[in-house]
């Protein structure tokens, strides 16, 4: 049986995980803290385009698609999908047509598949919105959406106040707390009893994406059928239920099927001495103040870019990747990673290493590093993943070719 290490626990390195486990592999997940999902409007970003499989073929040559092939896309994302499902948390959506949803900064974002109560809110449907506001909650300020998406061309008829019961009060609420609140079942038909006398005429009520975390959809369906109205969630800015509850269906997965999670611990290097020929031994975990071996057969880093630590940015201007110090693509002036806005180009974000198509890391002769070591998600070189809008796809097809290719 092969042992497969993943190094990360963020999208990438979770769905790896699960790819592997299925196909029989041995598989230990090693991560030093949560991925970026928190931070994540749960949704999966193939490319902001209207027709992102149309699109895909005009990216260049070295861009991690073209790298993966349309193929494995679309099986990565048939398997993401068929997860979600079994954990009854149903994703929507095609590769040929995006749909548009509001954000909590009341701007429209294109993306390709989205779970229930984000689909919900297909602004394509053309129905009237209201959005629902709750006091207290600092995350989801809906009179600056419906000013805001008004530019956008989305009309917003009016945005009504909801009371919450016991809303956390020593403190700012997070969309966490209201998250599990609304998990209870006693607390729901309260606040459903408050709620109807203050919706009559409203068809479509869009708010903060909290309901529920481990029983979004049981949670969303009483709510519409109580109130005979249609609800859709916008996603809050983080941290992003929706995304967690992507990361918790994962972890739980991954656990049923046998992955060993070690979570908490950094990788610092890989094993010298003992590897044969240009193969990896095995990696160095490294947690509080001492150091242990870890041998394995093949290494997948999915430990992501300069945020959750995969790569690092150096005083000496250059950017180190964390595990194996592969060589870093990046703009050799420091005072050009950065653009001039948050909404200009970064060019930190597409920093990474280069792959080939098998995703095995390349060294400056452009050759594998070593024949057992593969590498994917937003480690990964090659792509502006915020611009272009295609963080989730690069690690859906990039995780489910790296593991296919490891495993042979
Ligand atoms: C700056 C930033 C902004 C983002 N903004 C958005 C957004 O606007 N919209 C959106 O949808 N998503 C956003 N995300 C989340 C995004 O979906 C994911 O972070 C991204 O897709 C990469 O996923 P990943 O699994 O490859 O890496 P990550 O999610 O970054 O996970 C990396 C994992 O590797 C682990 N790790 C790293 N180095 C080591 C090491 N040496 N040893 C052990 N473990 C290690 C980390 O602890 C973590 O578990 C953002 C992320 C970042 C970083």
């Known amino acids: 049986m092969t042992h497969i290490i993943i190094v990360g626990g963020g999208l990438t390195g979770l769905f790896a995980s699960i790819v592997a486990a299925d196909r029989g592999a041995k598989v230990t997940t090693v991560f030093k803290g949560r991925g970026g999902l928190s931070l994540s409007h749960g949704c999966i970003d193939v490319l902001d385009r209207s027709s992102p499989s149309r699109s895909i073929t005009l990216l260049p040559d070295h861009h991690p698609y073209q790298l993966t092939g349309k193929a494995n896309l679309k099986d990565a994302i048939s398997k993401f999908r068929d997860l979600m499902l079994h954990a009854e948390y149903p994703f929507s959506g095609k590769l040929s047509k995006s749909m548009s949803f509001l954000t909590a900064l009341g701007s429209v974002k294109r993306t390709s598949f989205t ?5 919900r ?3 394509n449907s053309g129905k009237s919105i209201v959005l629902g506001h709750f006091s207290g909650f600092r995350d989801f300020y809906p009179w600056m959406i419906q000013k805001r998406s008004t530019k956008a061309g ?48 409203v068809r479509r009520l869009g708010l903060p994406a909290v309901l529920g975390v481990r029983n979004h959809c049981e949670i969303h369906e009483e709510i519409e059928d109580s109130l005979g109205i249609e609800i859709f969630e916008i996603p809050t800015l983080p941290p992003s239920v929706p995304g967690l509850r992507i990361e918790r269906i994962l972890l739980r997965q991954a656990q049923a099927l046998g992955v060993k999670i070690i979570e908490g611990v950094g990788v610092i290097g890989r094993i010298d001495g003992r590897s044969r020929g240009k193969r990896v031994a095995g990696v160095v975990l490294h947690s509080t103040g001492r150091t242990i071996q870890l041998d394995a057969d093949v290494v997948l880093l999915a430990t992501g870019g300069m945020l959750n630590g995969g790569l690092v940015a150096q005083q000496d201007h250059r950017i180190r990747e964390s595990v194996f110090d592969l060589p870093v693509l990046h703009p050799a002036n420091r005072s050009d990673w950065v653009g001039l806005s948050l909404f200009h180009r970064q060019a930190y974000a ?41 963080r989730q796809g690069i690690d859906l097809a990039t995780a489910y070719c790296a593991v296919n290719e490891a495993l042979g």
Not at 115 to 119: E, K, S
Not at 160 to 187: G, H, K, N, Q
Not at 362 to 385: T, V
């Open 350 to 390: 597409s920093a990474g290493i280069f792959v080939n198509s098998r995703m095995q890391p390349l060294g400056l002769d452009e050759k594998p590093m070593f024949k057992n070591l593969y590498a994917a998600g937003g480690l990964l070189a090659g792509s502006d993943r915020s611009l272009e809008g295609s």
């Open 115 to 119: 779970p229930p109560g984000i689909a």
């Open 154 to 201: 989305v009309r917003i008829a009016k945005v009504i106040d909801l009371p919450l019961l016991e809303p956390p009060d020593r403190r700012d609420a997070y969309s966490t707390d209201y998250a599990l609140l609304f998990e209870d079942s006693e607390w729901r038909e309260e606040i459903i009893r408050m709620w109807r006398p203050l919706l009559p005429g």
């Open 121 to 123: 809110g297909d602004l």
